[in-house]
């Protein structure tokens, strides 16, 4: 059984999606994040049997019921993220909450249908990072010391999975994201999602206080 690990902040206003202001306010900005991860739990919840949402944070949200929460442990985040693949047996999928366009259909391909010649899997997004991370025997050392949030992480970590001797899977690119221009292009390719609605209100109405 693959497990799916869902990496996550808690969405308090100024600490997450702060690229999106302005034009969004901070409480705009956490709204419009907490329904990409609620997007993200539904589309992961709807697939796998076990998931784990990797949390910075004190409270999880509703949409997290029946996860098992595990809190992040402090540092940068390759030292985090390292931490949770040392923390999971194996084989573990990672997904972020800057996805809420993820179709369950491909996530589904890899949960339900690893194949045995396949030891790992990479997801890599189109600004130069990645959305997925899969191994069947997880280890932190193949993101451990990879400099994050940069044009070069995806490609670093996927050569760390080759350098490895790992035979990696190919995962289509999706955007992630991180500026207005990202979340609009998401919201159209997704215009029925949670994510697509809040947007839309934080950028005509406003989102209520």
Known sequence: MTTVAVVAKQCLPGRVKTRLCPPLT???AAHVAQAALDDTLATVRAVADDVVLYLDGDEAPAS???ARVLAQCAGPLDVRLAHLLDAC?????LVGMDTPHLDPALLAAVVHAWPDEVDAWFGPATDGGFWALGLREPCGSFVRGVPMSRDTTGPQVRARLVAGGLVVGELPPLDDVDT???ALRVAALAPATRFARALELALGTGVPA
Do not use: C, I, K, S
Request: no cysteine; aromatic share 0%.
């Open 180 to 182: 207005v221009g990202d």
């Open 89 to 93: 047996a194996g084989p573990l999928l």
């Open 26 to 28: 901070p409480e705009q």
């Open 64 to 66: 997290a019921r029946g």
